[in-house]
């Protein structure tokens, strides 16, 4: 017959009960948790946050669109707000890899949604220096951030 002592018991009653407390915990914070959903066009909002899945890593936040002409012929363009190597950089990208994306459930209400669509602004728009063209692929850095350059501490695909 096994011997159980008052103490042994008591141990195991409160293994037991740190374990349901940190189940429960687990269960709480996922129901919690942001959810999201793929990009729609009625996503298009002024400062809507983007991932590049539902569990991935922040993008940037959506700015507006214009047509540009990354060399053969025009194309609808979204800019988005990225931190690249530590700053907040403006990035283009075409809008069908865009529609790619996820953003959360409920962020920005419809009635308080500002958006220049890509057709609107009248003519090309041409990136600047300062700013990623449609070419230019980024890479997401393992500790935050995006970067230009591929690297053992990046993402093994760009956006």
């Known amino acids: 017959m096994p011997n159980i002592t008052l103490s042994s018991a008591v141990g195991r009653a409160a293994a037991f009960a740190v374990v349901i407390v940190l189940v429960a915990l687990i ?8 959810k999201y959903r793929p990009m729609t066009k009625a996503d298009h909002c002024l400062g809507m946050p983007v991932r590049a899945g539902p569990t991935g890593p ?10 540009v002409d ?10 988005i707000s990225v931190v690249v190597d530590g700053e907040a950089r403006s990035v283009w990208r075409r809008e069908s890899d865009v529609m790619h994306w996820y953003v959360p459930v409920h962020a ?4 308080d949604c500002l958006w220049t669509a890509p057709g609107l602004t009248g003519g090309m ?13 980024l890479w997401h850095r393992l500790f935050g951030g995006w970067t230009p350059h591929h690297g053992l501490s990046t993402s093994r695909r760009p956006i």
């Open 70 to 79: 990354p060399g053969g012929g025009p194309v609808a363009a979204i800019n």
């Open 108 to 111: 920005i209400s419809p009635k």
């Open 27 to 34: 269960a709480w914070c996922s129901r919690s948790s942001t």
């Open 125 to 137: 728009w041409r990136p600047t220096q300062l700013e990623f063209g449609l070419a230019v692929p």
């Open 58 to 67: 922040l993008i940037g936040y959506l700015i507006g669109g214009a047509m």
